[in-house]
């Protein structure tokens, strides 16, 4: 089965920095482009970043300047630096990954960003 493992959430003061982690496993096949959502409370799941097989990102306007997307092909890992943090940055974030016409989401890992 296809897993999406996160790390690297926690609580962090705002300016701080967080960089978070997921690694695909299992049959997932060849993955076509990796990203990061997140969730905050009461407020619908969006894209925060994304980048491509071919090394192309999108950000969302919000974090664009202050998080990075990078990714590890070799293995199927996918990071998100986020420097900068704010209050409002404060969510879960799920890590997806599309593998032709699939998606996986990871379980989430919440990031708590105090004033």
């Known amino acids: 089965q296809v897993q999406l493992v996160e790390s690297g959430g926690g609580l962090v003061q705002a300016g701080g920095s967080l960089r978070l982690s997921c690694a695909a496993s299992?049959?997932?096949?060849?993955?076509?482009?990796m990203a990061w959502y997140r969730q905050a409370p009461g407020k619908q799941r969006e894209l925060v970043a994304l980048?491509?097989?071919?090394?192309?990102?999108n950000y969302a306007d919000s974090v664009k300047g202050r998080f990075t997307i990078s990714r590890a092909n070799a293995q199927n890992t996918v990071y998100l630096q986020m420097n900068s943090l704010k209050p409002e940055d404060t969510a879960v974030y799920y890590c997806?990954?599309?593998?032709?016409?699939?998606?996986?989401w990871g379980q989430g890992t919440q990031v708590t960003v105090s004033s």
């Open positions: 997806n990954a599309h593998s032709g016409i699939r998606a996986y």
């Open positions: 299992g049959s997932i096949g060849s993955i076509n482009f």
């Open positions: 980048i491509t097989s071919g090394g192309n990102t």
